[in-house]
Each structure stands twice: as structure tokens, then as C-alpha cells.
Nanobody
């Protein structure tokens, strides 16, 4: 099992930026596709973004396209989610998730390994 640790959440004003990190101490993490999801109070968890195992392909929810960017640094065994132009409706707990895939697999929205989440709060 690859344990995932999220960090980087916090309180920011509307229009501000944050960078979330998802890391693992296991080298096997490099063989995983990684995604970010979020869950706001009273709402279902929703897909935000994903990146393929190779790092060459990404996927975004329409609500965050052009504002959020997902990248991965294999040397640091970390996936980042850069959140720009934040809006109050982006407030949620953000979860990192992973799934072992083949090298050429495209980004996926299906995961079986989850982190504990990090809170992002955007004030108006």
C-alpha cells in the first residue's frame, strides 16, 4: 500500500493562490497515476484533476480549467496541484488519490488509494 500525504492547504483570500502537495515515501508511487478530488461541506466528493503515471498527460474538471495546474516531480516523489485565481466556491477538503497503472495509460478518474485530505478555505 502506498501511503499518501497531502500538504499545502490553508486560508487564502479570493484571487489568491495555494500549492498543494501529495507525496509518498514509497518508490512505487512513481508507478501510479495520481488525482485530486475535493469535498465541500454538504456536497459529494468531486473530481478536480489527474495526471498520468508518465506525467505527460493531464485532465481537469471544467470548473478549474485555466486556474489549476497539476504536475509531478518524480525525483521528489511528489505531485503538485497549483491553485490560482481561487474563488470561495473552491473551499473544500482536497484529497489526493493514486492508482497503479501501466506506463502508457492515460489519466484516470478511478482510484483505489486515498490520502487524508487537506483543507482549503477561500474567503471573499
Amino acid at each position: 500500500q502506498v501511503q499518501l500525504v497531502e500538504s499545502g492547504g490553508g486560508l487564502v483570500q479570493a484571487g489568491g493562490s495555494l500549492r498543494l502537495s501529495c507525496s509518498s515515501s514509497r518508490s512505487a508511487f512513481r508507478e501510479h497515476a495520481v488525482g485530486w478530488f475535493r469535498q465541500a461541506p454538504g456536497k459529494e466528493r468531486e473530481f478536480v484533476s489527474s495526471i498520468s503515471r508518465s506525467g505527460s498527460d493531464t485532465d481537469y474538471a471544467d470548473s478549474v480549467k485555466g486556474r489549476f495546474t497539476i504536475t509531478r516531480d518524480k525525483g521528489k516523489n511528489t505531485v503538485y496541484l497549483q491553485l490560482n485565481s481561487l474563488k470561495p466556491e473552491d473551499t473544500a477538503v482536497y484529497y489526493c488519490a493514486s492508482r497503479r497503472t501501466i506506463l502508457t495509460a492515460p489519466p484516470t478518474r478511478q482510484y483505489d488509494n486515498w490520502g487524508q485530505g487537506t483543507q482549503v478555505t477561500v474567503s471573499s
